[in-house]
C-alpha cells in the first residue's frame, strides 16, 4: 500500500488549507477447505485492488464559523478464482470462486460540514454528504444454475447530521440527529456459497440499500474535582436493513453442498430494525493517588419481520461493562479491573442464534443460551529509569471459561503477559 498527499496552505476565498490524497492498496487471501480424510483440497484465492482520491478543503470565515468541504472518490476491482486439487496426485480442476471474478464497486462523494461557536459554551455542529455508488458484476453460472448472469447497482443517497454541545458551570449537555446511508456492496450482492454447518449463502443482486436513522442525547456532570457521572440515550431505526435470511433458489429452499443437503440463505432487505439503549459512566478520585472509574452499556434490539412481528437483534450483544481501581504514582501505575457481559436467554436469542447449539451453552431445559461472565485482571507499570519500563499484566486470574457472545471460541484461561521497552 502506499499514498500521495499534496498540501497547500492559504487565506482566500475558498480555504485556508487544502488537502489531496491518493492512495492505492492491495489485498490479498485465500482459504482452504479439505474434508477429513478426503483426497480434495478446495481453495479459494481474491485479490482486491483498491484506489482512493480525497480532495479536503478547510476554511474559518471567523472565530466563531469554521467549514470543512471535499470530494471523494473510490474504486474497487475483486480477482477471485476457485480450484481443487487431489493431494495425492496433483491434479488441478476448476471450481467455483467464492465472488464474482472482475466484480467493481465505486463509490463517488460530496460533503460539507461546519461547526458554528454561538458562544464559548455553546457550539452547533452540521454536515450534509451525498454518496453515489456503482458496482457492476457477472456471475459465472458454470457450477450453479443462478437465476441471473449480472448484478448492477446504481445508487445514491443524501445523509445529513445536526448536534451540539452545551457546556453550563460543570456540566456538558450534547445532542445529536443524523441519517446514514449504505447501499449494497460486493460481499452483500455477490458472495458464492458462503458455508456454516447446514446452510449456504447465495448471491442475491436484487438488494436496495439500507437507510439509518439516529437520535443520541448525553449529559455530564463534574462535581468538585474529585467525581465525574455522563448518560448517553441512543435510538436507532435501520430501515430495509441488510440482514441474512432463508432463501430460494430456482425455487429451491435446500440444495445439497459440499455433499450435505443445506438451507439456502442470502442476504436481504428486512423491513426495519430497531436498537436502542442507555450508557453509564463514573470516574472517582478517592485520594491523590488513588481512582476509579466504571461504565455500563445496556443495548436493546429487535427486528421486524414481513408479518409485523418483532423478533431480538442478533448483532445486539448482552448488557456489558467495566470497573477500574487504579493507583499511579510518579513511577508506579497499578490497575485492577474486571470486564462484564450479562447473559440473554433462549427466548431473547435471535432466531437465527437458537439453531446454533456449538456456539452456546445449554440451559436447565436443554436450549442454547449465552450465559453472563466476568473476569478480574490486574495490569500495572514501573517506570525503572527514564528510558526503561516494565509492564505486566494477569488476565482472568480466577481462570473462568467464558465465551464473548455469538463466538465460537472459548476465551482465553489465565494468561501473564510481560513486557519490557527501552528508548534511546
Known amino acids: 500500500?502506499?499514498?500521495?498527499?499534496?498540501?497547500?496552505?492559504?487565506?482566500?476565498?475558498?480555504?485556508?488549507?487544502?488537502?489531496?490524497?491518493?492512495?492505492?492498496?492491495?489485498?490479498?487471501?485465500?482459504?482452504?477447505?479439505?474434508?477429513?480424510?478426503?483426497?480434495?483440497?478446495?481453495t479459494t484465492e481474491e485479490?482486491?485492488?483498491?484506489?482512493?482520491?480525497?480532495?479536503?478543503?478547510?476554511?474559518?470565515?471567523?472565530?466563531?464559523?469554521?467549514?470543512?468541504?471535499?470530494?471523494?472518490?473510490v474504486y474497487n476491482k475483486v480477482n477471485s478464482d476457485g480450484h481443487d486439487r487431489n493431494i495425492e496426485t496433483g491434479e488441478i480442476t476448476d471450481a467455483p470462486s467464492r465472488y464474482p471474478d472482475g466484480a467493481t464497486w465505486q463509490s463517488m462523494a460530496a460533503y460539507m460540514s461546519a461547526e458554528y461557536k454561538l458562544n464559548p459554551k455553546?457550539?452547533?455542529?452540521?454536515?450534509?454528504?451525498?454518496?453515489?455508488?456503482?458496482?457492476?458484476?457477472?456471475?459465472?453460472?458454470t457450477f450453479f444454475p443462478f437465476p441471473f448472469t449480472e448484478g448492477t447497482t446504481n445508487t445514491g443517497a443524501f445523509t445529513g447530521s445536526i448536534g451540539f454541545s452545551w457546556v453550563p458551570n460543570n456540566w456538558q449537555i450534547t445532542g445529536n440527529l443524523g441519517t446514514a446511508f449504505r447501499a449494497p456492496n460486493i460481499d452483500d450482492i455477490g458472495k458464492v456459497f458462503d458455508s456454516e454447518p447446514g446452510s449456504v449463502v447465495v448471491p442475491n443482486p436484487n438488494?436496495?440499500?439500507?437507510?439509518?436513522?439516529?437520535?443520541?442525547?448525553?449529559?455530564?456532570?463534574?462535581?468538585g474535582d474529585k467525581f465525574d457521572f455522563s448518560f448517553t440515550a441512543f435510538y436507532i431505526l435501520l430501515d430495509d436493513a441488510l440482514i441474512r435470511k432463508d432463501f430460494n433458489l430456482n425455487g429451491e429452499t435446500e440444495i445439497v453442498y459440499n455433499g450435505e443437503l443445506s438451507n439456502?440463505?442470502?442476504?436481504?432487505?428486512?423491513?426495519?430494525?430497531?436498537?436502542?439503549?442507555?450508557?453509564?459512566?463514573?470516574?472517582?478520585?478517592?485520594?491523590?493517588?488513588?481512582k476509579l472509574t466504571a461504565d455500563l452499556t445496556i443495548p436493546r434490539g429487535e427486528e421486524e419481520q414481513s408479518d409485523g412481528t418483532k423478533v431480538p437483534l442478533r448483532h445486539v450483544s448482552p448488557i456489558f461493562g467495566n470497573f477500574h481501581l487504579i493507583y499511579k504514582s510518579d513511577k508506579l501505575k497499578f490497575d485492577v479491573f474486571t470486564n462484564y457481559n450479562g447473559s440473554i436467554t433462549f427466548e431473547n436469542l435471535a432466531p437465527t442464534e437458537r439453531s446454533k447449539a456449538y456456539l452456546y451453552a445449554a440451559d436447565e431445559n436443554g436450549n442454547p443460551y449465552a450465559p453472563s461472565w466476568l473476569t478480574l485482571n490486574a495490569r500495572s507499570s514501573i517506570e525503572i529509569t527514564k528510558k526503561i519500563n516494565l509492564t505486566a499484566s494477569l488476565e482472568n486470574i480466577t481462570d473462568q471459561?467464558?465465551?464473548?457472545?455469538?463466538?465460537?471460541?472459548?476465551?482465553?484461561?489465565?494468561?501473564?503477559?510481560?513486557?519490557?521497552?527501552?528508548s534511546f
Open 207 to 223: 438488494l436496495m440499500p439500507e437507510y439509518a436513522y439516529n437520535a443520541e442525547i448525553g449529559i455530564q456532570k463534574r462535581i
Open 264 to 290: 439456502v440463505q442470502a442476504i436481504q432487505n428486512a423491513s426495519k430494525v430497531f436498537s436502542y439503549g442507555f450508557e453509564f459512566g463514573i470516574k472517582a478520585k478517592m485520594t491523590k493517588n488513588i
Open 47 to 73: 485479490k482486491v485492488h483498491a484506489i482512493s482520491s480525497n480532495l479536503d478543503f478547510e476554511k474559518r470565515f471567523n472565530p466563531k464559523i469554521k467549514v470543512f468541504y471535499g470530494l471523494e472518490y
Open 1 to 42: 500500500m502506499g499514498n500521495l498527499q499534496t498540501q497547500k496552505k492559504g487565506n482566500n476565498t475558498f480555504y485556508d488549507n487544502v488537502k489531496f490524497t491518493n492512495a492505492y492498496q492491495q489485498f490479498q487471501e485465500s482459504r482452504n477447505n479439505r474434508l477429513f480424510q478426503d483426497n480434495i483440497l478446495n
Open 122 to 141: 455553546f457550539t452547533i455542529q452540521s454536515g450534509l454528504r451525498y454518496n453515489h455508488i456503482l458496482i457492476d458484476t457477472d456471475f459465472d453460472t
Open 401 to 422: 471459561r467464558y465465551r464473548s457472545y455469538s463466538s465460537g471460541i472459548t476465551a482465553p484461561g489465565r494468561n501473564l503477559i510481560l513486557g519490557l521497552s527501552c
